[in-house]
């Protein structure tokens, strides 16, 4: 049971605040939305097996946050699942959610092993890979720890 103190105090929290103005932190400095990611191609052929780990920094990425990222130990980001997504699919859903989260340290992205690829070969983990090379907001990315999807997911590192 509550006191009237307590009441009286998140009525007075609750009244000094202002609505969030969602749509203001994807806006640019001269007022405009930020626009989606689309500086991508299409991979045309896998270059890479379910079973492979992927790394990828660019150059000057924080190693201490490298290494937590490899370990798994960044709690739990938010992750989107790309099972069953055509790569236009994967690569429009992969943009709308690293604009999403573009506040967000960490984020997974889960693609799959490609177990129903031909030669055990991922055509969606190629795509995820070449994404995030080119993405401007990724400043690293590792294959997932076992226990948390293994090589078929991915922890991203994001600039904040």
Do not use: W
Not at 16 to 22: A, E, F, G, R, V
């Amino acid at each position: 049971m509550l006191s009237e103190e307590d009441k009286n105090l998140f009525r007075q929290a609750v009244e000094s605040n202002t609505p969030i103005d969602k749509d203001s932190e994807n806006k640019l400095a001269d007022g405009k939305n930020r626009p989606l990611f689309e500086d991508f191609i299409y991979v045309s052929r896998a270059s890479f097996s379910g079973a492979e780990i992927v790394k990828y920094a660019k150059s000057g990425t924080n190693k201490k946050l490298i290494k937590k990222m490899q370990q798994g130990n960044i709690g739990q980001p938010p992750a989107l699942d790309l099972h069953g997504q055509t790569l236009a699919e994967a690569c429009h859903s992969m943009a709308q959610f690293l604009h999403q989260q573009q506040r967000q340290k960490f984020i997974q992205i889960i693609h799959g092993k490609g177990y129903h690829s031909d030669n055990s070969m991922s055509i969606l983990k190629t795509q995820v890979v070449q994404f995030l090379k080119k993405h401007p907001a990724v400043l690293a990315f590792n294959s997932c720890p076992d226990r948390l999807g293994g090589t078929g997911a991915v922890f991203v590192l994001l600039r904040k």
